[in-house]
């Protein structure tokens, strides 16, 4: 496919593209929005969402083409936004895209990709290359989206600035309390599974039902390591993950220290952008998940680990890695997912920060909660 469009922007940044779709586009006005890297997991209340999101309906309404990339957060939304009004869009991917229409892309679309994957510097200057205008969204002072909004001064396109909104809203602020008290470590009999912060959609979630979320302005509730917690007492189930597993088989993990034991573990992961575990959980009672097979997680070296029998491995685990002791968390795991569903409430105890939670479990769902300091 040829247009002196895709040329100009092979030889401004030296990358061979093959399109598909409508070609037409390219011959109307076309904006992208420069937003500097945004947090890991916004909040439909996100200074930076709502901004962008405002900005699409001024891309739609003036007829303007959007140019975006695909597979961050703030692109995505942008699309199912401009998808929800009819937009267009002209896609720059990484790669030959695998599914070429998502159903949450707008449907009048270019897409556009290089004959070998694209590093992140070359994808955005791909994106000012087939701009003529843009957006300035909460840009970082010297950072990348900053030279992109040169770049494109440079060339003559006007770049404007988005006015922001008002600073986010802190959802989830009120502090920890007074915590109850709980059975002293020779009597605690309990296995806690603690969540995580949702960084994306929750297990189980299609991706277009969390855009549809994310987009949702003021009607969408926050999500929160609370939400995530509500979340799975609603499904009354614990979704296995493999993700950061040694042998990458998903399991559930809990662990059996008292939660004033097992709190001060928490650490942040630079590398994850959050937090290890957060200060929410459910508590079951050992045996009832002996019954259900949970399995003590043995520590071992390296290669006691490689040499694992297949049915071994996914209950064992690096006794140390770098400087972190993982034999500290007293870990327990089951392989898949847990089911809540043949579980007496008599033997579940949510842990949560404060009187609200508290009595929004204990109303919700009929068990007992718990404040932990």
Known sequence: MDH??????????????????????????????????????????????????????FVVAKDEVLV???GRTAWEAALFSCARMSGRAILICDERPADPTPHFWPRDTLLLWPETPLIPAERDRLIAAFAD???????????NMASLAELLRARGCPVEVFHPSSPALIENSIPPESADPLPPAGVWNYLTHYTRQPDGPFPGESY?????????????TPRDAFASLCRILAEKRIRACGRLMPTAAPAVCLTALLPSEAIPLRAWRRGLRRWSFTRYGLAIQTDVLRALNATRVEYVSSATLKAAAPDRAP????????????????????????SLDTIEARHMLALVTNSSEKSHIQKLFSIHAAIID
């Open 133 to 143: 205008r843009a957006y300035a969204i909460h840009i970082r002072k010297n950072g």
């Open 4 to 57: 002196p469009v895709i040329r100009s922007a092979e030889a401004a940044t030296g990358v061979r593209l093959s399109a598909s779709g409508n070609v037409a586009l390219l011959n109307l006005p076309r904006r992208c929005l420069l937003v500097s890297r945004a947090e890991k997991a916004p909040q439909p209340s996100t200074a930076w969402l709502r901004d962008s999101l405002q900005a699409v309906k």
């Open 68 to 70: 975006s990339g695909v």
């Open 208 to 220: 277009s039902d969390y855009l549809r979320w994310l987009c949702g302005g003021t009607e969408s």
């Open 315 to 338: 209950f064992m685990q690096l006794q140390r890695s770098g400087n972190d002791n993982w034999s500290a968390e007293a870990e327990w795991r089951i392989a898949g997912d847990l």
